[in-house]
């Protein structure tokens, strides 16, 4: 497993999925609109062996913002409760194939676990490889500890419960960016900053899929949309593909960077995409563009406006 590179291929753990080092997360999230349930799906069909990490609900539960970064020690109880020690390597996927499960290798780096690898396509091509998938019904063992890590952030948060952990977090902030960094940042200009999300949405064009959310960006932002990173099989492209991308829109890699999209999710396979280029210490905006859109006196730049409030 490479530490540089951040991604394996459905070939390579196919071929070490017995290794009992190894442990594998679906963390499957889909846009309210998509009436999908991801962990609905897990129990159809997954990896074999596979436990099911709900981006959703082991997050922060006291804010409106959707799936946002947990607390140090939810965080720890909740992979604690899902059996994960810090010796663990971990491959995660998703079911989109390169998706939502780059969100979850960003939040691991942010508590101090490196070693965490993205499944190249994830559960389509996985599928498409004729390899083996798995069901599990709601007494198994698999989805018993994914109902259990879900329990225990609730309890946290809602009873102040503590519950037992073993996993050991050490929280990395500079790889978290906050509201007021971002404002700070408009200022002070010390990061590049990247928008993932798509050109439309970016330009205020297209509409938010996100109910009451406007379009647009935060000034001095630049596209380079998430869909950009990957092949229509939902896979890397080369490096020196990747690289283009960001050239192509002005972005030097030679100078710091941030990253934002929607919700923190898609921001996050860029941020990967970068980690494959070197810039292995990319920060994330986690509210993103639902957090900045909302504050009111928000100024939201459009392609047919300088900026509006």
């Keep these: 497993m490479d530490r540089d590179d951040a991604v394996v291929s459905v070939e390579w ?10 442990t594998v997360l679906d963390a499957s999230w889909y846009m309210p609109f998509e009436n999908r349930d991801p962990f609905q799906e897990y129990k159809e069909e997954h990896i074999p ?30 992979v604690t409760a899902l059996g994960i020690t810090n010796d663990d390597k971990i491959v995660v996927y998703d079911g989109k194939g390169m998706y939502s499960a780059p969100r979850l290798w960003w939040t691991f780096r942010v508590f101090g676990h490196d070693n965490i690898w993205v499944l190249d396509g994830g ?24 109902s259990s890590a879900i329990r225990v952030v ?35 200009k010390t990061h590049q900053h990247i ?62 960077i941030v990253v934002s999209c929607a919700t923190g999710v898609t921001a996050c396979i860029v941020a990967l995409g970068l980690y494959k280029l070197g810039k292995k210490e990319i920060p994330v905006y986690d509210g993103s563009w639902t957090e900045w859109e909302c504050q009111p006196g928000a100024i939201i730049v459009t392609v047919n406006s300088a900026s509006s409030s």
């Excluded at 753990?13 to 190894?22: G, T, V």
């Excluded at 062996?49 to 799936?67: C, E, K, Q, R, Y």
């Excluded at 503590?162 to 007021?180: E, M, Y």
């Design 13 to 22: 753990l196919h071929q070490n999925l017995e290794n009992p080092e190894i």
């Design 49 to 78: 062996g596979a436990l099911f990490f709900d981006v959703d609900n082991i997050s922060d539960l006291n804010t409106d913002l959707p799936h946002m970064l947990p607390s140090e020690e939810a965080f720890a109880s909740a």
């Design 123 to 146: 559960f389509p091509k996985w599928r498409s490889s004729g390899f083996e998938v798995q069901s599990s019904d709601s007494s198994s063992n698999e989805v018993s500890k994914s």
């Design 154 to 188: 609730e309890q946290h948060y809602k009873e102040n419960l503590a519950s037992p952990a073993t996993f050991k977090v050490l929280l990395r902030p500079h790889l978290i960016w906050t509201l007021d960094k971002i404002k700070q940042n408009i200022e002070d």
């Design 195 to 256: 928008d993932a999300r798509v050109r439309g949405r970016f330009d205020g064009t297209a509409p938010e899929p996100r109910k009451g959310v406007r379009s647009g960006h935060i000034p001095g932002s630049k596209c380079v949309p998430f869909p950009d990173m990957l092949n229509s099989e939902q896979l890397f492209l080369p490096r020196d593909e990747i690289q283009k991308r960001f050239e192509k829109e002005g972005v030097s890699l030679e100078n710091p």
